[in-house]
Structure formats: structure tokens, C-alpha cells
């Protein structure tokens, strides 16, 4: 039996295509699967538990009939859902995950993070990070109503939208050294993580030996998803697992299945 990974899928309302394969992925394959991880940023924005926006109901409904089914399904807030919380927990049967994470994947053990941590040069974005993780910034976030705390959501995602796009593309990446250190501060030779939106399978040489980093990729373009059993990785999409290939206007380039870098 395989483990499915998936992250930033950024389910919204002005986008109903990732939803329709999130709720196939859900419906079908990660029923047979032996546990599904979702590494951050499941939703486009989470305000708080009590965020029954679109498409919001029908994600935690999808989230609750694979729970119910026996499927462990594993979630790690990102940085557009980090206010997930014990109701959400209740409400679908998932579990939350601390970010990082070390799990052992078919006797690798393996550290699990959504990714945003390991940009360390972006250091606007670090300072960001820091404050709203506080809880006290998060439970005076929380007391607002609900129709302001979106208003503010949507202020701090165009201003993080203009912050981005003037910075250069290295900044949003990993950096390799925080890569390196923290694989090695957590003892392990292989890492998971979403975030950048640039899947690959990463090949690097740690003072414990050979290890990899493996990038989930986002669902804008790409409805990635990471399949790891006893054999090893294979990042591929939804729609090769669900085995129909969803109907997409546009043509797009088939991304093949794991891509391997040296870095
Ligand atoms: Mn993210």
C-alpha cells in the first residue's frame, strides 16, 4: 500500500477544477492508500475554524468520508491556513500535524514540513511568519467577526502579492543551507515539504550519507501529487492516479512523472 502526499492546493471559490480532483483523489485512490498527508496550504485562505466560506463545507465534508472510511489523513498548516484548529480537527477526523514533523515512511524516517521555514533569505516574510504564529496575535485575530477578519485576510494578500512580485525568484526558494542543517539537526536523510511550488525530487550528499529532498508542487497548474511506498518516490498528478485525465480547456505540457535535480 502506498502514502499520498499533496500540498498547496489553495482550494478557493473562483477556482472550482482542483476541487472537482480533490474530491476524486479523496473519493477514490486515497481510500486504497495507507494514509494521506496534506503539507499546507489545503485551502487558498482559513480564517479561523469557523470558515464556512466556499468551498469550505464540501472540502470538509470530502475530508470527513475518507476519514470515516479508515484512512488516516495527516494535515500541516501552511501559511494561508495556519489558524487550523481543534474544530476543524473534530469536524473532519483529520489530524494535525506540527510543522516540522519526523514520521518513519517504510523504515526511513522522514521529516515533514509545509516548506516556508526553510526560506530563510526571505526575511520580510520571517518576520511575518513570526507574528502571526504568536497566539497572541492569533487569539485577538480570532475575536474579530468573521466578515472582518476576511476583509484583513484580503488586504494582507495583496500586499503580500506586490511584496512578491518584486522580489527575485531565489529569495522564494529553500535555502540549501537551511535545507542541510535542518535535515541534519532532525537525523534524517530524507525530507518532504510543498510551498515553493516547484516539484522535484532533490538528490544531496549529507555527512550521514545520500539523501533527498522531495518538492511537492502546487495545484494551479499541476495537481501534484507524491506517491511513496516500500519501492521509493514517484511525484506525479491527480489525474494519473485517478486514471481520467480531467477535461482543461487549454493544452498543457505533460510533466512526466518524478523529475530529478542536483542541487
Ligand atoms: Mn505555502
Known amino acids: 500500500m502506498a502514502t499520498l502526499f499533496i500540498s498547496d492546493l489553495h482550494l478557493d471559490a473562483l477556482r472550482p477544477e482542483p476541487l472537482t480532483r480533490f474530491q476524486a483523489l479523496l473519493a477514490g485512490p486515497a481510500r486504497q492508500a495507507e494514509a494521506l498527508y496534506i503539507l499546507g496550504d489545503l485551502f487558498e485562505t482559513w480564517i ?8 469550505h463545507p464540501e472540502v470538509l465534508t470530502a475530508l470527513a468520508d475518507l476519514c470515516a472510511t479508515g484512512t488516516p489523513v495527516y494535515v500541516m498548516r501552511g501559511n494561508r491556513d495556519f489558524l487550523m484548529g481543534a474544530r476543524f480537527e473534530a469536524e473532519t477526523g483529520c489530524r494535525l500535524l506540527p510543522d516540522p514533523t519526523v514520521v518513519d515512511l517504510y523504515g526511513e524516517p522522514t521529516l515533514l514540513m509545509h516548506g516556508d521555514t526553510l526560506c530563510t533569505q526571505d526575511l520580510e516574510y520571517q518576520t511575518f511568519r513570526r507574528q502571526v504564529r504568536d497566539p497572541r496575535w492569533q487569539s485577538g485575530f480570532l475575536a474579530r467577526p468573521l466578515t472582518e477578519r476576511a476583509a484583513l485576510a484580503q488586504k494582507a494578500r495583496e500586499g503580500s502579492r506586490m511584496a512578491t512580485q518584486g522580489k527575485a525568484e531565489a529569495i522564494m526558494d529553500v535555502t540549501a543551507e537551511a535545507v542541510v542543517e535542518t535535515m541534519q539537526a532532525h537525523g534524517v536523510r530524507q525530507l518532504i515539504h510543498g510551498h515553493t511550488h516547484r516539484p522535484a525530487i532533490h538528490r544531496l550528499v549529507l555527512q550521514s550519507g545520500e539523501a533527498r529532498r522531495i518538492v511537492l508542487g502546487d495545484w494551479y497548474q499541476t495537481d501534484s501529487v507524491l506517491v511513496l ?3 521509493g518516490p514517484t511525484l506525479t498528478r491527480v489525474a ?8 482543461i480547456a487549454a493544452p498543457r505540457a505533460r510533466p512526466g512523472s518524478a523529475q530529478i535535480t542536483r542541487s
Open 48 to 55: 479561523g475554524d469557523d470558515d464556512d466560506r466556499p468551498p
Open 229 to 231: 511506498d516500500e519501492r
Open 240 to 247: 494519473d492516479v485517478v486514471g481520467t485525465r480531467p477535461t
